[in-house]
């Protein structure tokens, strides 16, 4: 059975801080994608990663992913307030453009 | 601007009830997608769909059913609605298979079955 597990789940951030979401998964992919939903909102793409060792940067954020390890990164560097949001990481099972999605990690940044 | 439309934002049905869910994709993307977000579980696939009348089981497909007799419309049905239904609703689109592209989300639907 195909898992893809985030954590943490909560995450509290003082502004200025950095700090890394983990994204871990249990089938052969290599294709690993990020998503951002802000409250009653929908889900935004943020990073597409296609091959082990990717890695994507924009803005505060840099998504890594190592595909020996079945594992994706999204690092955040000197929080502010509008990161704050529920991140998603998915994976494309099969490379088939059939996704299944973490359980989401929601990041509070605090003044 | 691409667009991933849900007819409804927010839905209320009674226990027993045959609801629709309608989804209209203006990118003449291949493939749909339907899931459900409820809290701490993230997205779970329910039905997705590469082709006009084509659809395949996703991992929760229980009391549920998709419809696509045209390719920019994938319909979600729910038989006979259960209070267990109670769920925010995401439908998604992406062009074709083969090759890697993120989907496109709708707004979401949240039903609330009582």
């Known amino acids: 059975e195909l898992k893809v597990e985030q954590n943490p789940l909560f995450l509290s951030m003082q502004e200025g801080k950095n700090y890394t979401i983990y994204c871990n998964y249990s089938?052969?992919?290599?294709?690993l994608y990020w998503y951002r939903q802000d409250p009653g909102k929908s889900l935004e793409s943020l990073f597409v990663?296609?091959?082990?060792?990717a890695v994507k940067q924009e803005g505060r954020l840099m998504a890594s992913l190592d595909t020996k390890a079945r594992l994706s990164t999204l690092h955040i560097t000197a929080a502010v307030h509008d990161l704050s949001a529920t991140y998603f990481c998915?994976?494309?099972?099969?490379?088939?453009?059939?996704?299944?999605f973490g359980a989401g990690t929601r990041l509070t940044v605090k003044p | 601007d691409v667009k991933v439309t849900q007819s409804s934002r927010y839905l209320v049905k009674r226990t027993g009830e045959k609801v629709f869910l309608e989804c209209v994709q203006d990118?003449?993307?291949?493939?749909m997608f339907w899931y459900r977000q409820d809290p701490g579980l993230g997205l779970r696939l329910i039905y997705f769909?590469?082709?006009?009348?084509?659809?395949e089981k996703g991992d929760i497909p229980e009391g549920y059913s998709v419809s696509r007799e045209k390719k920019e419309r994938f319909s979600l049905i729910l038989e006979s609605a259960s209070t267990n239904q109670t769920s925010m609703y995401l439908c998604?689109?992406?062009?074709?298979?083969?090759?890697?592209?993120?989907?496109?989300f709708g707004s979401g639907t949240r039903l609330t079955v009582v």
């Open positions: 769909s590469y082709d006009v009348k084509m659809k």
């Open positions: 998604a689109s992406s062009l074709g298979t083969g090759r890697a592209y993120g989907y496109t």
């Open positions: 990663l296609l091959s082990n060792g």
């Open positions: 089938t052969t992919s290599d294709r």
């Open positions: 990118m003449d993307h291949e493939n």
């Open positions: 998915a994976v494309d099972i099969y490379n088939n453009n059939d996704m299944r």
